[in-house]
Each structure stands twice: as C-alpha cells, then as structure tokens.
C-alpha cells in the first residue's frame, strides 16, 4: 500500500510529521482529499479542520488556521500559519476563547480590528471544530 | 615601579569593570537562550517554504506568466541590499562582519569571476557598468555601510532586541517587494549572520530576489542551514530530481490568487528567519565578547596583584634597609 510522506510545520514547529494514507485539507475551493500519487498541487488553505488517515487506520484531526499546501509526488507539506493537534486541544478553553473574540466583535465596535477579529474567531472556531470531531471519532470507536 | 597604592587603584578599577561585563554576559546569555529556541524553532517551516519557492521559481521559468516575483530579471540596474546588524555594539567583530560581507559581495564588483557564475551577474557584466547599491539597514550599526563605505541608505528600519513575530519585519517586507514590482530594485539582496552555533556564526548574503536558480550559489536554501549548507544543497538537488520531475502544479483556485498570497508570505518569512537568525548571532557574539573580557579582567587582576605584592615585599626591603642602616649608622 502506498503512503503519503506528510509534514505540517507552523513557524513555531513542526506539528506533525509521518507516513499518512489519506489527508483531508480546507482549500478555499473547499474541502479536498489527497490520496497518493496525487498530481502537484499548490493551493491557500482557509481556517478548518484537518484530517489525517494514519498508516494504523486511525484518524487524526489537527485544527487549522490557514495557510498553505504544497503537494509533490512523493510528499505533502502543509505551511499553516498555526496549526494544533486535537488531541493538544483543551476544548472547554477552546469555546472559551471562541466566546471571547465573537464578544470582542460585538462590543466596542469602533476600537477593534475587525479582519483580526475575524480571523481569530475562524481559528476559534476550527479548533473547537476539531476537538469535537476528534473527540466523536472516539464515542463511534467505543460502540 | 608604580607606588603600591596606583597599582591597588588599577586593580579595583580592573575589578569594576569585570563586574560590568560579567553582567552583560549575563543578560547577553539569557537574550540568547530566548533567540535561539526562536531560531530553531522556525527554521523546518523557513527551509520548506523557501524550497516552495525554488519550486515554483522553477516551473515559473518555463512559464513566464506565472508571477511577477518568479520571473528571472532582465539587467541588473540596481542592487537593493537589506542589512541586518545589531542596535548596540560591545558584541565583537558581529556588525564589522556582515557589514564587510555585504559592501564586498561580488554582485557589487563586476568583473569579478565569481559574477560570472552568477546567472544574473551576467547582464550585469555585459553592461560593464557597476550596479547602483542601495542599503536598507535594519539595527543602528548598519548605518556604518554610509559612513565608511560611502553606500546610499534607502531606509533604516527599528530593528526590535527579541523578535517574536512575524508583523516585525512585515513593513520592510512591503517596501521592498513594492519597490521590486515597481522596478526601482533589480535584485534584492540579504545581508545577515546565519547563526551555527554559539561560538560559530556565518555572516551570508543571500540574494532574495529574482529567486536564484543557479547551481553554483551557495546561499541558496541556506538560510538557518548553518553547518549543513553543503548538505541543505544535496537535500534541495535531490528533492528537485526525486519529488520534481518537472511537472506542472495545479494551483487551486487559480495561480494569480494563490501566489499573490503565497509568494510575498514566503519572502517575509525569509526575512523574518534571517533577522531571528542574526538576533540569535549577535547575543552569542556579545555573549562570547564579554565572556572574553571577563576573562581578561581576571588575567589582569593577577598580574596586577603580582606587581603589587612585588612592589609591597620591595617597599618592607627598603625600609628595613633604611631602618637597618640608620641603626649602623648610630652605633659608629
């Protein structure tokens, strides 16, 4: 069976970095799935989720805050502006901090930068995403 | 020889000064400790990004259309050359270094042979005419480029002590791919000090724009490769053969929208690793210059305390040769 080599790396490290199956990416076209042997790709990626089919089968699902994908014949690489692994997430801090920057755009309106503003709450928001999903992977995995 | 007291006095002031550059090696250690962690840290995501670029560079060559900023360039006209050097000095041959670097960079003298192998030296040596340079200093030292080499400065920007984020080096970045769009700058080089290791730091000057391609420049892809440069340039040959067999990228939406975004990301994050890399240069550079100071101090002390003691056991002699003599003196 055949592998993607997959790196992701944030200009704070590298967040990930192994053999993959499959990958699942937000373009601004919306969502892709690279499989191997994918033909070069280059493509902006946009605040989501990010989901890894592992050699193990397992799924790994990394939130994302955009960025960019560069995919070669025999490799992927991922340049996110800031990138996190589910599992590192603390989701109840999550929604928190997702609380925070949507009420940040409510009040004081003249004050705030609103395209920060707004791609805080889509970084929020994709990390919350990924928590659930990672953590939904679970309850299926249980049953 | 000096009076036991003048060499006391040295001694204390020698003293005094130990105590300041200990200090300083102090602070300098612990800025160091936070520039390093935040060299390494970026340097994966600079190496692959800047390898993107090659990528694209590459494919830009065959198709000319692809992006301004990928396009091999016509003459070269006018050299613009970013500087990096410290704020402050106290930090050994660090700014003498890149400084010198940069002002003898053979793009700078045509003529040379080593402009022959560079693929846009070529025009530039046909033309027979020296380019225009143009500093952009970034760190006070660098105005020195002006003052002793005589070397226009277009722009000094603040350079901040620790960088953390990519928005600091962002208004340079801007002026400069505008000022390259614009056509004012042919070539953009970078002046800075690739950080190998604490005592070892490399002063480089890469050229940042047009991208080079040419196999015989040895700073490209080197940025944050220190020691491994040589290696960095087997890794990307390999990877051009092995990942890129020169094929074609689909570019999702479509290339204009993504390269207008990626491509000048990609030149910051350059800079913004070349600055992280020269910060992380200069407080190991001011942190090994005091530390040799220090170290000079203590030598001092003990030499100085050995004339002391000499000239204290000289001044007992005398006196008792005098105390002894008077007594001789008295009993005749």
Redesign the interface.
């Known amino acids: 069976m055949s592998t993607i080599h997959f ?1 992701i ?6 967040v990930l970095k192994e053999e993959v199956l499959q990958l699942t990416v937000p ?3 919306g969502e ?1 799935t690279i499989l191997p042997h994918h ?6 990626l946009i605040p989501g989720v990010i989901e890894v089919k592992k050699t193990n089968n397992e799924l790994e699902t990394v939130a994302l805050s955009g960025g ?1 994908i ?1 995919v ?4 992927v ?1 991922i ?1 996110a502006d800031t990138a996190e692994r589910a599992a590192d997430i603390d989701e109840a801090r999550a929604e928190e901090a997702r609380q925070r920057a949507e009420k940040l755009m409510t009040e004081k309106r003249e004050e705030v930068d609103f395209s920060a503003v707004q791609a805080k709450i889509a970084k929020e928001l994709a990390r919350v995403k990924a928590v659930r999903r990672h953590r939904n992977r679970h309850i299926i995995k249980t049953d | 020889m000096a009076s036991t007291r003048d060499i006391t006095r040295r001694i204390k002031s020698v003293k005094n000064t130990k105590k300041v550059t200990k200090a300083m090696e102090l602070v300098s250690a612990a800025k160091m400790r936070k520039a390093v962690e935040a060299v390494l840290k970026t340097r994966s995501y600079a190496n692959l990004s800047w390898l993107t670029v090659i990528n694209l560079a590459k494919i830009a060559q065959k198709d000319n259309g692809l992006h301004e900023l990928l396009n091999q360039r016509r003459e070269v006209k006018k050299i613009g050359i970013i500087l990096i050097t410290s704020n402050r000095g106290l930090c050994g041959g660090f700014n003498a270094n890149i400084i010198n670097k940069a002002v003898n960079d053979p793009a700078l003298t045509p003529g040379d042979p080593a402009v022959l192998r560079d693929g846009a030296g070529l025009s530039l040596l046909r033309g027979g005419e020296k380019p225009e340079v143009e500093f952009v200093i970034l760190g006070k030292k660098g105005a020195a480029a002006h003052r002793r080499f005589g070397f226009n400065l277009a722009a000094e920007f603040a350079k901040p002590d620790v960088v953390t984020q990519v928005a600091e080096v962002l208004p340079v970045a801007k002026m400069i791919i505008k000022d390259y769009l614009a056509g004012k700058y042919d070539k953009i080089m970078l002046a800075y000090t690739d950080f190998v290791s604490t005592i070892k730091q490399a002063p480089r000057v890469k050229q940042l724009l047009p991208i080079n391609l040419s196999e015989a420049d040895e700073r490209l892809g080197t940025v944050g490769k220190g020691d491994e440069a040589g290696k960095a340039k087997e890794i990307i040959a390999q990877k051009q053969e092995k990942y890129f067999a020169g094929q074609e990228y689909i570019f999702e939406p479509n290339p204009r929208e993504v390269l207008n975004e990626m491509i000048p990301r990609l030149l910051e994050i350059q800079m913004f690793q070349a600055l992280l890399e020269s910060n992380a240069s200069e407080h190991s550079a001011r942190m090994v210059a005091m530390r040799n100071a220090s170290d000079a101090a203590d030598d001092m002390v003990d030499d100085l305390t050995l004339y002391y003691n000499k000239a204290r056991q000289a001044n007992i002699t005398r006196e008792i040769a005098e105390v002894v003599g008077g007594a001789q003196a008295l009993q005749r």
């Open positions: 790196e790396v944030t200009p704070e490290k590298v373009t601004k076209m892709i033909i070069p790709l280059v493509a902006s960019f560069e070669l014949p025999t490799k690489v340049l």
